[in-house]
């Protein structure tokens, strides 16, 4: 399959702790891309990552980028209940096209 | 604010009865996307438009046609919706197109039941 993987499935954290979700993926990229959906709705952006960058940050949310190791991990600190969301890491190898993982779904309680 | 709509939010069709999806964006973007989301799977390309050129997925059923009458506007048609084709569909945009990095813009989704 040419999907990236996830890691893990569901996660579950109590509100204030952080959450670290993982992405690997077997082919080059260009960039790549993680992206939330709330239950039953379309996906919104977070962040992406260049092929040439480390790591990068947006408010709570800090991604990583190892391309020897072929994986990205994206960090929410301070998770709220509103976080609540399947998360997935999209790359783009050429083109316009979109390869998405298998999505982490996590659930933040209260 | 500009965004993508679609339209309906939940449709429910027969088995084997054509249906039809709708896609609009006010952000006016060249590239517009279909999606297939099976329940808790990844979403897969079905396939995509550059402004009017059509490139579907190697693996997109015969069974699924798009439209594109305008840079605002692109369909879905199913034309033989099967209980396999239970999903939501989603729309994406896209301002860019070739090496740049692509952010795409989703919709809302629509919620295809088939009975």
């Known amino acids: 399959s040419q999907q990236g993987e996830e890691d893990p499935q569901a996660l579950s954290i109590q509100e204030g702790e952080n959450a670290t979700m993982n992405c690997s993926y077997k082919?080059?990229?260009?960039?790549l891309q993680w992206y939330r959906q709330n239950s039953g709705r379309g996906l919104v952006h977070l962040i992406l990552i260049r092929s040439n960058e480390r790591e990068k940050h947006s408010g709570r949310l800090r991604v990583t980028l190892d391309t020897s190791k072929k994986s990205s991990s994206l960090l929410i600190t301070a998770s709220r209940a509103a976080d609540t969301a399947s998360y997935f890491c999209?790359?783009?190898?050429?083109?316009?096209?979109?390869?998405f993982g298998t999505g982490t779904q996590l659930k933040v309680e209260l | 604010d500009a965004m993508v709509i679609q339209n309906p939010r939940y449709q429910v069709t027969q088995f084997g009865k054509p249906v039809t999806l709708s896609c609009s964006q006010t952000l006016n973007h060249n590239v517009m996307y279909w999606y297939q989301q099976k329940s808790s799977q990844a979403p897969k390309l079905l396939f995509h438009y550059y402004d009017k050129d059509f490139n579907n997925e190697a693996d997109t059923p015969d069974n699924f046609q798009s439209r594109r009458p305008n840079t605002s506007f692109c369909f879905l048609d199913i034309r033989s919706p099967g209980l396999g084709d239970a999903a939501m569909y989603l729309c994406?945009?896209?301002?860019?197109?070739?090496?740049?990095?692509?952010?795409?813009?989703f919709g809302p989704g629509t919620r295809l039941t088939v009975l």
């Open positions: 994406a945009t896209s301002g860019t197109y070739g090496l740049a990095p692509n952010e795409q813009f």
């Open positions: 999209a790359r783009t190898g050429g083109g316009n096209k979109l390869t």
């Open positions: 082919t080059s990229i260009n960039n």
